[in-house]
């Protein structure tokens, strides 16, 4: 699902198709029947066993690395944990995704999943909505409602969240491209309005990540980095003044890992991506504690399970070093990183797809262990399509019985103190800083998009990845070992098409709407565009008024211009 990381269906790449396969999806995706080379153990005989990212590993650990971080839960630098108690005071918020077809079809799988347990919303958006196309635009309309749910207007913000009380439940808007994730948060904003609902009481997240535009998914027209990472700073700067319990941005780690980033990079890039933002905000005259306890990030968790507890607790201890030592907050929370975790969707197959249970489940585990806020466990179809309601109520089940059988939630930090688990907690933060001073020593994160850097880098791991794949250099059950199980594959779940409703309910709308207000909305959006004022007071006034996601994004592009992306 784009925007959540979660891997759409293998399918032949169509006219508009703004996301062909990465080398990771199409390694998963080959076919079953082909020869699979000879595994290699990563323990053989003669070989130095690795973590995932390289780390070399001793075949034993016999004692605490020298000075050891002594500190407790909710203590800067908050290696072992956010908060004090940690799941003893407060269970992490189960969050599973949803979105598919038309608002009214999302709407029913997020009313199940409220119902069987699930404590928040998590939405999904389809790929024209992420990239800021009406589902009735040429480039977009064979992806309507494919890999998330289409939304185009304020009329569907209300259908999709219809019967959902938005005081109570939180809902995280899985929307990366800031070209869009504006447009779609004034939407959400104006509609709860419109029912009654007080904006500044509204609880959720926004992804709002201006790397998902110009380093990790593409489109047919891209922003320049400047630009986007503008538009992105201008939600947090009004979220800060007008939303006090939102969530206006939320690093996407996730997706940077899913394009190739090992765990070391994944981390290094959401601390850059803070470091630039609180930046930005400083410049813009807003002091570091009046917004930085609303930043947060979304991390994957992946198969190597104590590598990935480690690199939780390197990034908290990380971020909160980093945030400390460059902008020396008065308030804790500023510089205390709290994230949601997504169990990896690229480390999912297509062959034997059940085993994916046990996948995502060793991922979830790695998530509680290191402390996640919030938690979405894939489904086991997700190599395949998005997820049927079978096997979303599975996920969600993986989720529950964690927290109420496995005893992982009644202690913080549970694996604290072990020897392999703090030097890799050292190793990893120690590699992290050391790609955070690379990354200043190209003048920080917009001058590595704009060189290309970052996209080199996520590439060059991905193409590493799939090597080791394809060599046998790392297992993977039912594609390169174990593979005597005859090909079973699960029935993809086929979303609804959504183009032709859609482009229906636009019809109606723009037949409806004052054309006057549309066009003086429009003309105001471009003047703050150009001015270099906020953009978000603008766009609640132009969707309100019943303008498009499309035509809301049309400005924005012809203000902006287009981007190339360095080559080499």
Not at 75 to 92: F, H, I, S, V
Not at 217 to 238: C, I, K, N
Not at 269 to 283: G, K, Q
Not at 530 to 551: D, F, I, Y
């Amino acid at each position: 699902m784009l925007g959540s990381g979660a891997t759409p269906a293998p399918t032949e790449e169509k006219k508009g198709s703004a996301s062909p396969m990465t080398n990771r999806q199409a390694l998963r995706s080959a076919s079953p029947e082909a020869p699979a080379p000879a595994p290699v153990s990563a323990a053989a005989p003669g070989r130095a066993a690795a973590t995932d990212s390289g780390i070399l590993l001793q075949p034993v650990y016999t004692g605490a690395p020298d000075g050891r971080d002594t500190s407790l839960p909710g203590e800067p630098p908050y290696t072992r944990g956010a908060y004090r108690t940690m799941y003893r005071g407060r269970g992490w918020t189960v969050r599973q995704l949803a979105g598919y077809g038309t608002a009214d079809d999302t709407n029913r799988r997020l009313r199940l999943l409220l119902a069987e347990g699930a404590a928040a919303v998590n939405t999904v958006f389809d790929y024209p909505t992420n990239r800021g196309y009406d589902s009735d635009d040429p480039l977009a309309a064979a992806d309507a409602g494919q890999g998330g749910v289409a939304i185009d207007s304020v009329d569907d913000m209300h259908r999709l969240y219809a019967g959902i009380d938005l005081d109570e439940v939180s809902v995280s808007l899985v929307l990366s491209h800031p070209i869009a994730a504006g447009t779609v948060l004034a939407m959400y904003l104006v509609a709860a309005e419109e029912r009654g609902h007080r904006t500044e009481g509204l609880r959720g997240t926004l992804q709002n990540d201006f790397m998902m535009e110009t380093a990790v998914l593409t489109a047919p027209h891209v922003l320049p980095p400047s630009a986007s990472f503008r538009l992105g700073v201008d939600v947090v700067e009004y979220c800060a003044q007008h939303l006090p319990h939102w969530y206006p941005v939320s690093f996407a780690g996730y997706n940077y890992r899913e394009a190739g980033a090992d765990a070391i990079l994944e981390v290094a890039l959401v601390v850059a991506n803070a470091v630039a933002t609180i930046e930005e905000m400083r410049r813009r005259g807003h002091g570091v504690d009046s917004f930085a306890h609303r930043l947060s990030s979304f991390f994957t968790a992946g198969n190597d399970l104590f590598e990935e507890v480690a690199k939780f607790r390197a990034a908290r201890r990380v971020y909160h070093r980093e945030v400390d030592s460059r902008f020396r907050p008065a308030r804790p929370a500023s510089a205390r990183l709290k994230f949601h975790v997504q169990t990896s969707g690229s480390r999912l197959t297509a062959q034997q797809p059940l085993n994916n249970i046990t996948r995502s489940t060793v991922h979830a585990l790695a998530a509680v262990l290191g402390g996640a806020q919030s938690l979405h466990v894939s489904a086991y179809d997700e190599a395949v399509s998005i997820p049927s309601e079978s096997a979303a109520l599975t996920a969600l089940r993986t989720q529950q019985i964690l927290f109420a059988e496995s005893g992982v939630s009644r202690t913080a930090d549970p694996l604290a103190g072990s020897y392999l688990v703090e030097h890799l907690t050292d190793a990893v933060g120690a590699r992290i800083a050391a790609v955070l001073a690379e990354i200043d020593g190209l003048g920080g994160l917009l001058p590595a998009v704009e060189s290309g850097w970052v996209h080199r880098r996520l590439t060059d791991t991905a193409y590493r990845d799939s090597l080791d794949v394809e060599s046998g250099r790392r297992q993977v059950v039912g594609v390169n070992c174990h593979v005597s199980e005859p090909h079973r594959p699960v029935a993809p779940f086929t979303a609804p098409r959504a183009a032709r409703s859609q482009g229906e309910r636009l019809a109606r709308l723009r037949a409806a709407r004052d054309e006057a207000a549309v066009r003086r909305r429009l003309a105001e959006l471009a003047d703050r565009a150009r001015s270099r004022t906020n953009t978000m007071p603008a766009l609640v006034k132009a969707v309100a008024a019943r303008c498009t996601l499309g035509e809301c994004t049309q400005v924005l592009r012809d203000v902006f211009g287009n981007w190339q992306q360095p080559l080499g």
